[in-house]
């Protein structure tokens, strides 16, 4: 039997090249998924408003597509939530500053 150790066991090959005896199998740990989601989930939020704002066409394109997905009400609703939010973002960055027309 050809093998070789890993830790305290000993796997062998078997003749068709496959690996036999205990295998590990290891899971990232729960802190490492909640710490990967709440970095991943704000940097595709920038991603995303940046694209939308600075993509010439990629804002209609994605409002078409979501109007057949969701319908026209659905798009309003979340155009409506989005510039409520970038309207408070601004009134608070902004504040102080004199209107522009």
């Known amino acids: 039997m050809i093998g070789y150790r ?3 066991m ?8 496959r690996l036999s005896g205990p295998r590990s199998t ?3 740990a729960p802190a490492l998924v909640v710490a990967a989601v709440a970095l991943s989930v704000p940097a595709l ?14 804002a209609p394109w994605l409002a078409d597509g979501l109007r057949r997905v969701i319908g ?5 609703r979340l155009e409506e939530a989005a510039y409520g939010v970038e309207d408070r973002f601004n009134a608070f960055w902004r504040r102080g500053e004199k209107p522009r027309a």
């Open 45 to 58: 939020m920038l991603a995303s408003w940046v694209a939308l704002h600075r993509v010439s066409g990629l």
């Open 6 to 8: 890993v830790g305290n």
């Open 72 to 76: 026209v009400d659905g798009v309003a």
């Open 10 to 17: 000993v796997r062998s090959v078997t003749p068709a090249g």
């Open 26 to 28: 290891s899971k990232p």
